[in-house]
């Protein structure tokens, strides 16, 4: 049976989504993951365009907000930012919350290449981060 696992920043449009798809994609054999906000906003158009250049197709996403998914079970709440950190509960799903945090591409600025250099970066810091927890995690249980 696969393992449940929820991603959480504060907007639900950059890191959250590309974690969600990341491990949809890589670890689809044993995980299926979610992705929420502390508020709903879009899914950022570089998270997209950054994705879709490694062959993740991330255009069905859409932001959420945690409400909607009270009553779920999770096995894994990880939050990806400060703010989701600092406001979301401890304990969401029947899984206590972990912080891996990784910083906002949102927040990058320069020129276009300059910002997407920046969405990449983070990108493939989240996949190789995740992807390595949760092979741990698979070696511990």
């Known amino acids: 049976m696969k393992k449940r ?8 449009s950059c890191r959250s989504q590309m974690a969600e798809g990341l491990i949809n994609h890589f670890l689809v054999d044993r ?3 979610c992705s929420a906000g502390t508020q709903a906003t879009f899914v950022h158009p570089r998270a997209i365009s950054v994705m879709k250049e490694i062959g993740i197709d991330i255009t069905g996403h859409r ?3 945690l409400s909607e998914f009270d009553g779920q079970a999770f096995d894994h709440v990880i939050t ?3 703010s989701a950190n600092e406001n979301c509960p401890l304990y969401i799903g029947g899984a ?3 912080h891996i945090g990784f910083d906002d591409p949102a927040a990058a ?3 276009e ?3 997407l250099r920046e969405f990449r970066r983070v990108r493939d810091e989240i996949k190789e981060t995740l992807t390595t927890f949760f092979q741990k ?3 511990l249980s």
Request: glycine fraction near 6%; charge should be positive.
């Open 5 to 12: 696992v929820l991603f959480l920043c504060a907007a639900n």
């Open 109 to 111: 600025s320069g020129s």
């Open 137 to 139: 995690e698979k070696m």
């Open 96 to 98: 206590q919350k972990k």
């Open 63 to 65: 932001s959420k907000t």
């Open 80 to 82: 990806l930012c400060g």
């Open 113 to 115: 290449e300059d910002i």
């Open 31 to 33: 995980f299926v993951a």
